[in-house]
């Protein structure tokens, strides 16, 4: 053991033990052991989240949280492995949920793991637990080698990204299980939620519907429950401007083909992308959170020698950098890194891209539309235009592309709490959605 004074003596010895060529073998004996956290890790945790306003329930959240509890409590004493499924749009709280669960579970004794597909919101969340408890947190790739029911519950957010399996470029081939992403997830602990939303599935290689998971789970013989969030409490508790949305991007038929406008969400077009970030500029001086994103219509740019990010985004005399590149290892100072562009102030001098900005919402959130996805007046439907997209996988996608751009507006559009504000690259697509509202 080392205390904290002890540092030069434990580099001493993880040298002498690790330098000889057996340190990438040791390092594999402590990720594939075992993990159980200390009841007072799980103590902490648990108060942290707790302590925090921004993830009090409301209504029907607060219905979905006691089922949740009720079945995970129940199902340990059922040697058949549970698997939750809950559905719900923007908005509906199912991060929330999930927080609390988790929360009141540890506090309980229980070892709950929290997991998703996006590194951006997972290191948001670590940061604002602490350290101490990002163990807690992991990805959806990160249970190849987890011993069965290793996890007492586990909360799978964002389960639309899960992917076919946890394969990737630098695992090594004796690391390859061949089995489902969803199977280890479900393998490893004795009870699995999962949080969906099959409309933002943004890339080719999501394939978490909860249809899929639900097959999933039958053919391994588990209890199934699912249950639908039917409220949602972004875009001002609008469920009229998200099916909007949705009707409008032709995502799907719903009741609101106009929009008629909500004394509770500021929806407005704007006439350039100046005016767009100058109103969410605004709208922080005032003490609300706000960030611009746009559609991946230019090209991302790693920093330059000295960490500063070029200006990519172009739109006439609009010049703006993306948000920093995950991989970026040097930034100048004020820059925040990619994982922590949504919940650092200084996010807002960089435009984000749904991959950052997936998972979190703003009071206000600003939206550059840009030109891979138009409406065309003559053939009256939306046209992909994959050549204006630099998402290389997305435009791999051919006969998907327009289907996972459409995703992609809608999860941006989706983003604000109090107000949404866009500006249009094409002007016939800016008319049509103009002409979907009431003037």
Known sequence: MFTADDVPKLKERLVERLE????????????????????????SVAKIIRGRQDYVLLDDQVIVYDKLLSLVRQGFHNRRKA????KGGPGTGKSLIAINVMATLLSEGYNTQYATGSRAFTETLKKRIGSFGGIQFRYF???????????????????????????????????????????????????????????????????????????????????????????????????????WVSNTLGIQRTANVIWEGDENFDFQIVDSPESLEQAIRNKINQGFTGRVSAGYCWHWSNPDA??????????????????????????????????????DPNGMNQIGCVYNAMGFEFDYVGVIFGPDLRYDFDQQAWVGHPENSHDTIVKRSKERFVDLTKNTYRALFSRGMKGCYAYFVDKDTERFFKSRMEQ
């Open 20 to 43: 000889k060529g057996q340190g990438i073998d040791v390092l594999g004996r402590i990720e594939a052991s075992k993990y159980r956290p200390s009841k007072k890790l799980m103590d």
């Open 83 to 86: 698997v939750v499924i809950v």
């Open 141 to 243: 790739n990160s249970y190849s080698h987890a011993e069965r029911d290793a996890v007492d519950v586990l909360l799978a957010d964002e389960a639309h990204r899960l992917r076919e399996t946890s394969v990737s470029r630098f695992m090594r081939k004796e690391d390859r299980t061949g089995l489902p992403q969803v199977e280890e997830l479900i393998k490893a602990a004795k009870a699995s939620v999962f949080f969906v939303d099959d409309l933002q599935i943004v890339r080719p290689g999501e394939i978490g519907s909860a249809r899929y998971i639900k097959e999933q789970a039958e053919r391994l013989g588990c209890e199934i429950l699912e249950y639908e969030l039917q409220v949602q409490f972004r875009c001002g508790g609008s469920d009229a401007f998200v099916n």
């Open 306 to 343: 000295n960490g500063n990010l070029p200006d990519d985004v172009v739109i006439g005399g609009y010049r703006r950098p993306w948000d920093a590149r995950p991989e970026a290892k040097k930034l100048a100072p004020g820059i925040p890194k990619a994982t922590l562009w949504a919940d």
